[in-house]
């Protein structure tokens, strides 16, 4: 039986070493920290349902929407979030939607939006809101947002659409920390 020899320089010290010095790396870089106040405009990709429900005499619209959010910010830091949204709309009071755009940490920003938030395919929506709070790194914020969207593609029904927000602005205020 023959023996095998390894090198005199092991193969494994240079990996080791690799994997030791990027063991002391963190796994995504460094997220820069949220000023305490700006401004912000961003791009909303928008997808959902809808379902029409009788309420009495008058027919309840409900939507789901979801999207990916990216946001520029005063200073140029930059953030994406996962948004999901649920729609309430009747004739008597609008529209009105609560969202919760959530990072890649887990932390949210909850907004409170109302206006012509739902329609159908090639109407352009308007709608403006209130950041009325957040979680994490964004526990205490505060705000106003305002944006039109249009609908670019449904279904026969109406059921489905897609969509973006051709403007998105808005500005937001936290206490500082302790």
């Known amino acids: 039986m023959?023996?095998?020899?390894?090198?005199?320089?092991?193969?494994?010290?240079?990996?080791?070493?690799?994997?030791?010095?990027?063991?002391?790396?963190?796994?995504?870089?460094?997220?820069?920290?949220?000023?305490?106040?700006?401004?912000?405009?961003?791009?909303?990709?928008?997808?959902?349902?809808?379902?029409?429900?009788?309420?009495?005499?008058?027919?309840?619209?409900?939507?789901?929407?979801?999207?990916?959010?990216?946001?520029?910010?005063?200073?140029?830091?930059?953030?994406?979030f996962d948004a999901l949204c649920h729609s309430v709309k009747n004739e008597k009071t609008g529209g009105v939607a609560r969202c919760m755009w959530t990072d890649d940490q887990g932390d949210a920003v909850l907004l409170e939006l109302s206006g012509s938030i739902i329609g159908p395919a090639g109407t352009l929506r308007e709608a403006r809101g209130t950041v009325i709070g957040g979680t994490g790194r964004y526990a205490g914020i505060e705000g106003g947002i305002e944006l039109d969207w249009l609908f670019v593609e449904s279904t026969l029904d109406d059921s489905r659409f897609k969509g973006y927000v051709t403007k998105l602005e808005g500005h937001w205020k936290r206490p500082p920390s302790p």
């Open 2 to 80: 023959k023996t095998i020899r390894t090198a005199s320089r092991p193969i494994f010290l240079p990996l080791l070493l690799t994997v030791l010095l990027l063991a002391g790396v963190p796994a995504g870089a460094a997220e820069e920290p949220l000023p305490d106040e700006g401004t912000f405009s961003g791009d909303w990709f928008i997808e959902g349902t809808v379902t029409q429900v009788e309420v009495g005499a008058s027919p309840v619209t409900l939507a789901r929407l979801e999207g990916r959010v990216k946001l520029t910010t005063t200073g140029g830091l930059a953030r994406e």
